[in-house]
């Protein structure tokens, strides 16, 4: 038997402290935003800097699950501080919210766009300039012209409304990444016995497929949503989806940044390069036609 003491929201730490936190025991077991962790766990960042891979989370979801037993050097990085993977979670696919028309990539060029972190190398190649942010800062940045628009996911935009001053919203499909995952303690896990340590890991990997069906129908919804709310606003909310050709032309105008991921990790020891290719011939495997060939120079 386990008795449950549960905290949500930020009531014992914030997200930028979620991997401290469940390592230091804070949480026995707690969700990870491992994205924010670059320097303790980039390897586990491979996701994000191949972009256009997949577009269901629940396929990226299944793919990290298994890449976790099958690439020692990924499931080394969450043990190598004090946690035990469960299971992943992965977002919808990045679309662009604008205060402006967004018809093609030549119309990114002299803008500004928020996109913080990792996805600023997403705007390489396109004449758009990346500006920092967050989903909390984003409607106020586009309202005072920090920003003209985003790059990010419906789920994110719709509880801040970031439509109402961005309402030229563009399906570009850049694509779902595997960000976070539920892990536990790494000496809380090794003190249950074998039998619960089963279970633990059986349902990470439930919980991970259950929340990537979750973000499918929140993401469904939340588009739906945007539209009926926007459709009296002025401009009101639009919806245009590129065509398959548009969305290669953004994908080729960018360096290859998961080249220049790897050979960053390399230099350091780390082995980004089957790491990468692990994850793309997954895809492959899935049958998948990734926006780009990341693992070939």
């Known amino acids: 038997r386990i008795n449950w003491r549960e905290a949500y929201g930020g009531q014992l730490y914030k997200a930028n402290a979620t991997l401290t936190s469940v390592s230091e025991g804070i949480?026995?077991?707690?969700?990870?935003?491992?994205?924010?962790?670059?320097?303790k766990m980039p390897l586990n960042q491979v996701a994000v800097y191949a972009p256009g891979v997949f577009s269901d989370p629940k396929v990226v979801c299944e793919v990290f699950n298994e890449l976790m037993e099958t690439v020692p050097a990924l499931k080394a990085e969450w043990e190598k501080n004090n946690v035990i993977y469960l299971g992943g979670s992965c977002a919808d696919t990045y679309m662009m919210w604008t205060k402006f028309p967004l018809r093609t990539?030549?119309?990114?060029?002299?803008?500004?766009?928020?996109?913080?972190?990792v996805l600023a190398a997403w705007m390489r190649g396109t004449g758009a300039t990346a500006v920092d942010g967050s989903l909390t800062s984003y409607y106020t940045d586009i309202q005072t012209g920090v920003s003209e628009g985003t790059v990010s996911i419906a789920t994110g935009i719709f509880p801040q409304?970031?439509?109402?001053?961005?309402?030229?919203?563009?399906?570009?499909?850049?694509?779902?990444?595997?960000?976070g995952a539920m892990a536990v303690n790494?000496?809380?896990?090794?003190k249950l016995p074998p039998e619960a340590q089963k279970i633990?890991?059986?349902l990470g990997r439930e919980y991970s497929q259950?929340?990537?069906?979750?973000?499918?129908?929140?993401?469904?919804?939340?588009?739906?949503?945007?539209?009926?709310?926007?459709?009296?606003?002025n401009p009101?909310?639009?919806?245009?989806?590129?065509?398959?050709?548009?969305?290669?032309?953004?994908?080729n105008a960018m360096p290859n940044i998961a080249q220049e991921w790897v050979k960053t990790n390399e230099a350091k020891g780390l082995p980004a390069g089957t790491v990468l290719k692990a994850y793309m011939d997954a895809a492959r495997k899935r049958g998948a036609k990734p926006a780009r060939a990341w693992d070939q120079p």
């Open 27 to 39: 949480a026995d077991i707690g969700w990870v935003f491992h994205n924010l962790e670059g320097a």
């Open 161 to 179: 409304r970031v439509y109402e001053v961005a309402p030229y919203v563009t399906d570009v499909n850049l694509g779902s990444t595997y960000f």
């Open 186 to 190: 790494k000496d809380t896990f090794n």
């Open 210 to 233: 259950k929340v990537a069906e979750m973000v499918n129908s929140r993401h469904e919804a939340a588009m739906k949503q945007m539209v009926d709310l926007g459709a009296k606003q």
């Open 236 to 251: 009101p909310v639009t919806v245009v989806k590129w065509s398959e050709a548009e969305r290669l032309k953004w994908f």
């Open 105 to 117: 990539v030549e119309d990114l060029k002299g803008k500004k766009i928020s996109a913080p972190g």
């Open 200 to 202: 633990l890991r059986d």
